[in-house]
């Protein structure tokens, strides 16, 4: 009896160092991405903005697929900063229910401008 109960007490703790292994590496990979999150959002920022800048030149001034291309990037941007904040821990997360709402009147209001623009 006292074998089997040393069989089961080794078997168990293997299994448990097992798991307390695999959770130290997954933590692991979770704080890389909390420390490299930010310099992934900069990166985009700074894309989102070199191509603004670069569809108000004159020579791309109203250009259909440099505006879908800004639009997609700031779709892009407003996703990877709600990741950002569900990613960071020991921060509260905001939870938008109107999310895709809100991107919609976003679009609808770029678009009116964008309309605007062409009239004048």
Partial sequence: MFEVLSVILAVSLVINGLFVWYCYR???GVFYVQEHFDEFIE???AY???LKALYE???F???PALKAL???TRTFYDRCTEFGDAVRLGEPIDVD???EDSREEQQSDDEQ???EAQVR
């Fill in 57 to 59: 030149t004159p020579t």
């Fill in 113 to 115: 401008k964008a309309q």
């Fill in 48 to 50: 989102a903005a070199h």
């Fill in 70 to 72: 800004i639009d997609h």
């Fill in 43 to 45: 990166d985009a920022n």
């Fill in 26 to 28: 997954l933590l692991q």
């Fill in 97 to 99: 229910v109107n999310t």
């Fill in 61 to 63: 001034v109203e250009e």
